[in-house]
Nanobody, 123 residues
Framework: QVQLVEYGGGLVQPGGSLRLSCAASGRTLSTYIMGWFRQAPGKEREFVAAISWNGGTTDYKMSVKGRFTISSDIAKNTVYLQMNSLKPEDTAIYYC????????????????WGQGTQVTVSS
């Protein structure tokens, strides 16, 4: 089992920044892929970014490339999502997720999920 807890959501103005954290515990994590997904009201959960634990491989949703950065700190068992130049359309509940070995971009392919953290971008 892998346990995931997200931190760092909140209310921010358009153009602002937030950093989300995901603390992981449980099994040896070195073979896991860590992903961030988001879900806005009335919409399906969508892929945002993912990273291998050693940080060697990353992937991003096209609309967040250049604005969001995913990173990992193996010593702290924590994955981060730095979000800059936030837009109202980034408003959603953000979830951390984990799966083994290969980065995939569909939610159903991930085995473990955190409880989610709300991000609201509004003036």
């Amino acid at each position: 089992q892998v346990q995931l807890v997200e931190y760092g959501g909140g209310l921010v103005q358009p153009g602002g920044s937030l950093r989300l954290s995901c603390a992981a515990s449980g099994r040896t994590l070195s073979t896991y892929i860590m992903g961030w997904f988001r879900q806005a009201p009335g919409k399906e959960r969508e892929f945002v970014a993912a990273i291998s634990w050693n940080g060697g491989t990353t992937d991003y949703k096209m609309s967040v490339k250049g604005r969001f950065t995913i990173s990992s700190d193996i010593a702290k068992n924590t994955v981060y999502l730095q979000m800059n130049s936030l837009k109202p359309e980034d408003t959603a509940i953000y979830y951390c997720a984990a799966r083994r070995f290969v980065i995939l971009t569909t939610a159903r392919e991930y085995d473990y999920w955190g409880q989610g953290t709300q991000v609201t971008v509004s003036s």
